[in-house]
């Protein structure tokens, strides 16, 4: 078994800032790429950020120079600050990871259980 636990989030201003973590546990062989995704009401789940097992970062452009993703391997956690928050980011968010389970070949996608991040005055 393995779980994605998500902590974070909350209600915010406009410009404030926010900062999400996402622990993965149990039987892990390796962790791959790590992200964030979003789902705001009535719009499809989409990418905010990702980060490879080598650092290699990706964002949404509707992100970009706000938010930051970073990894602690050891921890085996994933980070999303996010910074000069603003309406439109309002939306449940969850965490995601490429997880390989102890002594199996295969990576599969594990979801983290969704932090509603609200932004509003």
């Known amino acids: 078994q393995v779980q994605l636990v998500e902590s974070g989030g909350g209600l915010v201003h406009p410009g404030g800032s926010l900062r999400l973590s996402c622990a993965a546990s149990?039987?892990?062989?390796?962790?791959?790429?790590m992200g964030w995704y979003r789902q705001a009401p009535g719009r499809e789940r989409e990418l905010v950020a990702l980060?490879?097992?080598?650092?290699?970062?990706n964002y949404a452009d509707s992100v970009k120079g706000r938010f930051t993703v970073s990894r602690d391997n050891a921890k085996n956690t994933v980070y999303l600050q996010m910074n000069g928050l603003k309406p439109e980011d309002t939306a449940v968010y969850y965490c995601?990871?490429?997880?390989?389970?102890?002594?199996?070949?295969?990576?599969?996608?594990?979801w983290g259980q969704g932090s509603q991040v609200t932004v509003s005055s």
């Open positions: 149990g039987s892990i062989g390796s962790i791959g790429a």
């Open positions: 980060i490879t097992s080598g650092g290699f970062t």
């Open positions: 995601n990871a490429a997880v390989r389970r102890t002594s199996l070949p295969n990576y599969l996608d594990y």
